[in-house]
């Protein structure tokens, strides 16, 4: 170590490089044939962008799982920003759900309730305080370019728009990385460049992103960060030196 | 807290019929619980008027100095059993046989002598008006050497502590088995508003409620319907109570009903069965949303 020991706290977290590591990680399902991963290792460091590619059934999803303690690694070592996802106690994954944001290709928006309604009831669920709610909400509402339609009920807005108030109430509680699994997989192409801008622009503002997909197209034209999954093993990472692959 | 309230009352709106039917159910199941225990309240209460009528008899010897006697009273009446001493004079003793048994009346008009001794008769404080306790003050009696026998029902007394066990047991099994039901029911409602639910609980996982966040409206759901069941079969046992009391089938001794001490805790124990029941079903269910 290169500080003294009286130090080692505050400067472990100064100079904690990277927000997610997976060191040797391998996923075996209970009810899976093969393993769904095996031998991931890699890093996402702070204020980065990267996609997650890969042929359906690859393991995309299942890394991200780990990522927010879905599910446990079978062996290695996952870590989401300072939790150790294979020792998690269930009363840590709250606080570690807090300080990330999750979407997904379906929104999973409560379709009883208002753009508005869903974005304040991931603040109320977390015993947010009452009164700072509105002006939350609000505020996401118009980082998403939906200020709008704050009282739409899902139903009565299009994909891309529902997609964003997801976005929304993953980044209602301000989380340090925002993970996203195949976000544009049921829009249109003009609605995915949307989106995607959309998370540049949060990337831009210091939220880690973490992005899912298939469109190879996207991906591509980015010149971001880009990790390929093939039947459970990373076989490519852009970043070539920070790459899990021999 | 005010969230706890409107996600457990929007969810019991919501499976409207379902919660109709469960608290229905319940009231109907703590209804026959509260039965019993009315049928118990008033046979305790049957059961208490007849042990006042517990009596010891001690039957004095003729001829016993009457000095010797008085002090023995005062002895006996020191017995940490014993409420009241009473000495039965041989006239008095054939008075009151003439008067309790009419049929004989005229039977005792023709004896020329009298065939009714003396005796002390004596009463016990409630909660010595067992067999137990009337048989071992008894026994203390016979060790008096003016006794010539004790009588007591002893028989009698016996039934009385047997019908105590039995309407103990009784009330107990059928209370359990009628709770049990309800716990049951409530931890089946819970389950499917549980399961209707999934989507938001597994968005309320996703976003970081606590386990114990995600479980309170469904708690306050089964507390509520546990309470508003208690108060249907509350008010059911009242009506039950009214009819038989307007019946005149009160035979005469005056039925009881609960007294307030009863009645919250009727109250309580709905509400308790229907806490418990949620808690049960939503700690099993929620780990499979
Ligand atoms: N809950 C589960 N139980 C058993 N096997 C699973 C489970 N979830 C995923 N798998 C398996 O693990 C492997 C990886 O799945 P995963 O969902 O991570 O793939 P993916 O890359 O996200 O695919 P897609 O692009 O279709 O979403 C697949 O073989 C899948 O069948
Ligand atoms: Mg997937």
């Known amino acids: 170590m290169r500080h003294p020991a009286e130090v080692v706290a505050p400067s472990r977290i100064r100079h904690l490089p990277d927000v997610i590591r997976f060191t040797n990680v391998a996923k075996r399902y209970a009810s899976g044939t093969g393993p769904a991963l095996e031998g991931i290792t890699f890093h996402i460091a702070r204020n980065e962008f990267a996609f997650l590619t890969g042929h359906s059934g690859a393991g995309k999803s299942t890394i991200l799982k780990l990522m927010y303690a879905e599910e446990r690694p079978s062996s290695g070592d996952v870590r989401t920003l300072g939790f150790r996802i294979p020792s998690i106690r269930p009363d840590e994954i709250p606080r570690l759900r807090r300080r990330l944001g999750v979407v997904f290709q379906d929104f999973r928006l409560l379709t009883d309730r208002t753009a508005a309604e869903n974005i304040a009831f991931a603040l109320e669920v977390t015993g947010a305080r009452e009164d700072v709610i509105p002006q939350r909400v609000a505020r996401v509402l118009e980082q998403v370019g939906l200020a709008g339609k704050a009282d739409a009920f899902p139903r009565e807005l299009s994909g891309g728009e529902q997609q964003r108030v997801a976005i929304a109430r993953a980044l209602v509680n301000d989380p340090a990385v925002l993970l996203a699994d195949e976000p544009t997989g049921n829009l249109d192409e003009r609605a995915t460049r949307g989106v995607y801008q959309l998370l540049r622009d949060i990337n831009d503002a210091g939220t880690v992103v973490l992005m899912a997909t298939h469109n190879l197209e996207l991906v591509r034209a980015s010149g971001k960060r880009i990790l390929e999954l093939r039947d459970g093993t990373l076989v490519f990472d852009s970043a070539a030196d920070q790459g899990g692959e021999p | ?289």
């Not at chain 2, 009698?156 to 099994?173: K, Q």
């Not at chain 2, 549980?194 to 995600?214: C, H, K, N, P």
């Not at chain 2, 009214?242 to 805790?265: C, D, V, Y």
Request: with cysteine.
């Open chain 2, 1 to 289: 807290m005010k969230l706890v309230w409107r996600e457990a009352l929007l969810s019991f709106s919501r499976t409207r019929t379902l919660s109709v039917l469960s608290v229905t159910t319940i009231a109907f199941a703590l209804f026959v619980t509260g039965l019993f225990g009315l049928v118990a309240l008033n046979l305790r209460g049957a059961i208490n008027r007849i042990e006042e009528r517990v009596e010891i008899v001690a039957f004095v010897l003729r001829g016993t100095p009457s000095q010797g006697l008085a002090v023995a009273m005062e002895d006996i009446a020191a017995f940490p059993e014993v409420l009241s001493v009473r000495y039965v004079t041989e006239e008095d003793a054939l008075a009151q046989a003439k008067q309790d048994l009419v049929e004989f009346r005229d039977a005792y008009e023709d004896l020329q002598i009298n065939p009714l001794p003396p005796s002390i008769e004596l009463r016990l404080r409630p909660g010595f008006r067992d067999a137990a306790h009337v048989g071992e003050v008894a026994e203390r009696l016979r060790g008096f050497p003016f006794v010539e026998d004790v009588r007591y029902g002893r028989d009698w007394v016996e039934r009385l502590d047997a019908l105590r066990t039995l309407a103990g047991l009784v009330g107990g099994a059928i209370g359990l088995a009628f709770a049990l039901v309800s716990v049951v029911i409530i931890g089946v409602t819970i389950r499917i508003t549980v399961l209707q639910r999934a989507r938001e609980i597994s968005i309320m996982r996703l976003v970081g409620a606590t386990d114990w966040f995600i479980r309170g409206p469904f708690l306050l759901e089964g507390a509520l319907k546990g309470l508003l069941g208690g108060v249907l079969a509350y008010l059911l046992c009242l009506a039950v109570y009214a009819g038989f009391k307007a019946q005149g089938l009160g035979l005469g001794i005056g039925l009881e009903f609960f007294r307030p001490i009863h009645s919250l805790a009727f109250l309580a124990f709905g509400t308790l069965l229907g806490l418990a029941g949620s808690l049960v079903s939503v700690g099993r269910h929620l780990r499979k949303v």
